[in-house]
């Protein structure tokens, strides 16, 4: 495991990222940023799902709080997304099936931005990927009625 030296303090990536993660909830969203991005140059694809998955969260509160990171939010969620095979294999390998694989919310988040583009396409991949993985559920819309209302506005777009 990687150790990170932060002041008098060694920490593991996880402490890293749990750091970043109180920093965020104290409004230090810039010290959270550059602390959480460390973390998410683990070597282990489970810590630095939990890393990008901060820093999801933590564009999206920047970005709600009128501070431009739309660029940082589809890298991280591409990154993530890219992520999720070597993440489910070093999940399986981690806890033999007992414990489910927690939610990976990069494709539907990716997914919206896409969408709100107006890259249609790229939205349906994204979906049709989740899919692919056996992704169903995210925390809004779930793959298969987004991927249902993407083909619609798809054809609306093609046929107007």
Partial sequence: MVRWQFGPKTLNTRDVWRHGG??????????AEEVIQKAATSNSPLDRHYAYLKLILLYQKM?????????????????DVE??????????GEYLNNVTAPYFPSFAVLAQLYEEQG??????????????????????????????????KHNRKTYD
Avoid: V
Wanted: aromatic share 10%; glycine share 8%.
């Fill in 83 to 92: 992520l999720y095979p070597e993440f489910n294999h070093a999940w399986i």
């Fill in 22 to 31: 109180k920093l965020i909830r104290k409004g230090k969203n810039f010290a």
């Fill in 63 to 79: 970005i709600s709080e009128g501070t431009e990171r739309h660029e940082e939010l589809i890298n991280i969620c591409r990154q």
């Fill in 119 to 152: 890259k249609i396409a790229e939205a349906i991949s994204l979906c049709e990927l989740a899919l692919g993985y056996g992704l169903r559920k995210t925390s809004g819309e779930d793959y298969p009625e987004a991927l249902e209302r993407l083909y619609q």
